[in-house]
């Protein structure tokens, strides 16, 4: 769960970030788009005062410091353009150079200074351009998200949209980030979910990042069918590796085993699962929904493409998988392998069952004789056992005699009653068949 929350977390500081652009016109811009206002039929029309040529020519010069990126220059020009006793500027003219200034203390990064600028612009009400207090209310809601100051975002915003034509779905959007940085959850996703109904209404792309707040929400809130609903809808539209992996996980999770080794494996044939971990986890997967086969096969690949390291535990998975499998053969040289790079005798104590089984008995006594010197055995009489049966089947009951003692001794210390008997029903057993042979050789 703590691994899911950090994927979703890294994945929506991208989400926050790509997702508000600030796109409002400004600076010189906004007073061209002010001057063809007169030009461009709207909706409704509004009466603005009359821009003065000396203005537009103040406007333009300042205009040009900026592009220069000579942003005191411009700003000494506009500020002189304020403090003039010549001219009074009327209300447009005010809303045009603070529009500018605004611009220029944006350029600089000084954001709450833009937003002072920007709100004197807007305070002109009916004698600026509509346009104009219509995208400086939007870049207020942007600037001031940017800043932190969060009712101050959605109070810009709610009055853009009650200013705006027809608003898209990226208000709702915005609103529902604001929202989530100020943790109110709820209200977040109802925005989101309004803005994504906007676009789908409209015939628009829903895009990525408004999915993937949505999906964070729903996560925040434990709602685990929407989290499936919402993933479900991502692997779909905008496959990713991240997006098959917390598909799978929250299936898991909710115990949808079926579901997740699905998943992982509809992740593995798109070719989304290219880490050793990604691997390792399907196989594993796979290894507990019974199917070894499949889970040997996708182990054999990642290392011989050598995105899985040869290290004796993943070794040692490949070596049960195969096993499991009935693919002796395979499974044998796999542990050998991995026997070599272990620190402990487990996998020379598998590898001699394995033996046994095969009846390769001089390879089972000498992997058993390993386990036990390098020792980190759950139940070292078990493997004396091993060594025993396997010397018996050599023909070598001398040798056998003493591993089954050995297992009686160490049964002894460990408590350990059943493997205790089995050691001594071996003994009387071996004693029995020596004194047997010895009296068929004493009778020849």
Known sequence: MKLLKRLWCLALVTCLYTALP???????QGALAAAAEREAPRQKTRRVPSMSEAT????????????????QGAIKVLNDMLNSRRRRLNGNEIGQVHNMLGFVYFSMDNYVKAIEMYRIVASQGDDVPEGLEVTTLYTLAQLSFVVERYRDALRYMETWISKADNPGPEPHIFMGQVYYQMEDYLKSIDQIEQGIEVAQERGTAVKENWWALLNYLYFERENWPKVLEILEILVKDFPKRDYWIRLAGIHGQEGNEREQVGSMEA???????????????????????????????????????????????????????????????????????AAKLSDDGRIYERLAQLYL??????????????????????????????????????????????????????????????????CQQWITFIDREATRRQRLRDAI
Request: glycine content about 6%.
């Open 267 to 337: 992740a593995h044939v798109a070719g989304f699962l290219t880490r050793e971990r990604d691997l390792t986890n399907l196989a594993g997967l796979l290894m507990q929904a019974e199917v070894p086969f499949r889970a040997a096969v996708v182990l054999d690949a990642g290392l011989e493409e050598g995105v899985i390291e040869e290290t004796a535990s993943n070794l040692r998975s490949l070596g049960q998988a195969w096993q499991l499998a009935q693919e002796t053969k395979k499974a044998i040289p796999v542990f050998e392998a």
């Open 56 to 71: 537009f020519k103040k406007l333009s010069q300042a205009q040009e410091l900026v592009e220069l990126k000579d942003y």
């Open 22 to 28: 600030l796109t409002a016109e400004l600076g010189y």
């Open 357 to 422: 089984d095969n009846d390769e008995f001089p390879k089972c006594v000498r992997a058993a004789g390993r386990a036990i010197d390098k020792g980190g055995l759950r139940k070292v009489q078990s493997t004396y056992v091993v060594r025993g049966m396997c010397e018996y089947n050599r023909d070598r009951l001398t040798p056998a005699r003493k591993s089954f003692v050995s297992c009686r001794n160490e049964s002894r210390r460990v408590d350990d009653d059943s493997n205790r008997r089995i």
